[in-house]
Nanobody, 122 residues
Framework: VQLQAFGGGSVQTGGSLRLSCEAS????????MGWFRQAPGKEREFVGL???????YYADSVKGRFTVSRDNAKNTVYLQMNSLKPEDTAIYYC?????????????????WGQGTQVTVSS
């Protein structure tokens, strides 16, 4: 599986961005698709995920502001980010895992996209 993330950019506090991640392969619908982020000098951290059944989970820091969705017909997962804050500034990565229900650890995912930069200015 190859993943390609795009849609990052620079916004002001309170703004919105939508990230997309396109996946190759014919079994996309059974994958857990996760979003992670890594800020300078920090470890990569879980942001949210959507599993094969459509269930969604989020980190506490983004609940109510970020929404993960997927379009299996397009092999694409999205991360809609609203009410952005400067602390959301990071490189955002999409990741895929074949099967399972809920996984929020970096080591739980088999495939990773290249990352896309999100910068939120105050």
């Amino acid at each position: 599986v190859q993943l390609q993330a795009f849609g990052g950019g620079s916004v002001q506090t309170g703004g919105s961005l939508r990230l997309s991640c396109e996946a190759s392969g014919r079994t996309f619908s059974r994958y857990i698709m996760g979003w992670f982020r890594q800020a300078p000098g920090k470890e990569r951290e879980f942001v949210g995920l959507i599993n094969w059944g459509g269930s969604k989970y989020y980190a506490d820091s983004v609940k109510g502001r970020f929404t993960v969705s997927r379009d299996n017909a397009k092999n694409t997962v999205y991360l809609q980010m609203n009410s952005l804050k400067p602390e959301d500034t990071a490189i955002y990565y999409c990741a895929a895992r074949d099967g399972g229900y809920y996984y929020a650890g970096v080591g739980d995912y088999e495939y990773w996209g290249q990352g896309t930069q999100v910068t939120v200015s105050s």
